[in-house]
């Protein structure tokens, strides 16, 4: 379960750094645009000013909801990634934060694939391989001198190479036009308090079955091994890795 307040007012740059990957999708007035994981709804909104028709799908209902006080306006529906479907076909599918999330990931190409036109075009960003490997192993550290055994199996996340996505893509009848793999340090919002905040939102998964001491000690943990690499001048970086990739349906 996500927290919608946590996520609006600590992490706007998920969708602010989503910002630019518009330019990718380059919607046009009158196309039909599915903003797969929509979250809040702030990227849907921007995609819905071009003129085109735009509707948003996010598993979490507290996201959905959210979505639909923001934006009344606009369609915002609550349906998984894997196995979703569509009353109509689109002409593109928007995915921005969010397929790292996804750990069938051939079940969702399968999905985007079945909601989209032939010719219709796949825009996405999302964590790529070597995605938050400094955070990710402070945190299991941390955990294994815990006595938590194997904490990494308790990884929430999926972060492909470009080869490996590119693939999974062909494989469905994609055709990938274009896919980069970048690093983008990221500054956390909140001062101090930005790792601990970024850990609470995103890697909860790692901290839910522990007590409320065990999670200060864990997060205080993590903050101690990650000073001295992410954490310059007053603010929290996320060392993330992102990969863009753009596909169009055969």
Aim: glycine fraction near 8%; charged fraction near 20%; hydrophobic fraction near 40%.
């Amino acid at each position: 379960s996500w927290n919608t307040t946590l996520y609006q007012e600590k992490h706007a740059f998920v969708w602010q750094y989503g910002s630019s990957l518009l330019e990718l999708l380059a919607a046009k007035p009158g196309e039909w645009i599915l903003d797969l994981g929509c979250g809040t709804g702030q990227l849907t909104e921007k995609i819905a000013q071009t003129g085109a028709n735009v509707q948003g799908i996010d598993s979490s209902p507290a996201m959905i909801a959210t979505a639909l006080q923001n934006y009344p306006h606009l369609d915002f529906r609550v349906a998984d990634a894997t196995k979703f479907q569509v009353d109509q076909l689109f002409d593109a599918v928007f995915s921005n934060a969010v397929l790292h999330w996804i750990k069938q990931p051939d079940a969702a190409i399968y999905c985007m694939r079945e909601a989209l036109k032939v010719g219709g075009r796949l825009v996405a960003e999302f964590g790529g391989k070597g995605n938050v490997q400094a955070i990710f192993a402070a945190v299991c550290s941390a955990l294994s001198e815990m006595g938590h055994p194997s904490p990494e199996s308790l990884s929430p996340w999926y972060y492909p190479s470009i080869g490996d996505y590119a693939t999974r893509l062909e494989k469905q009848g994609f055709e990938v036009t274009y896919a980069v793999l970048f690093d983008r340090p990221t500054p956390l919002e909140g001062g101090d308090a930005g790792m601990a905040n970024w850990l609470e939102m995103f890697a909860n998964r790692f901290l839910s079955g522990l007590s409320d001491i065990e999670r200060i000690q864990v997060i205080q943990s993590v903050e101690k091994r990650l000073q001295p690499i992410l954490y310059r001048d007053g603010t929290w970086f996320a060392d993330y890795r992102r990969i863009r990739v753009i596909a169009v349906k055969l």
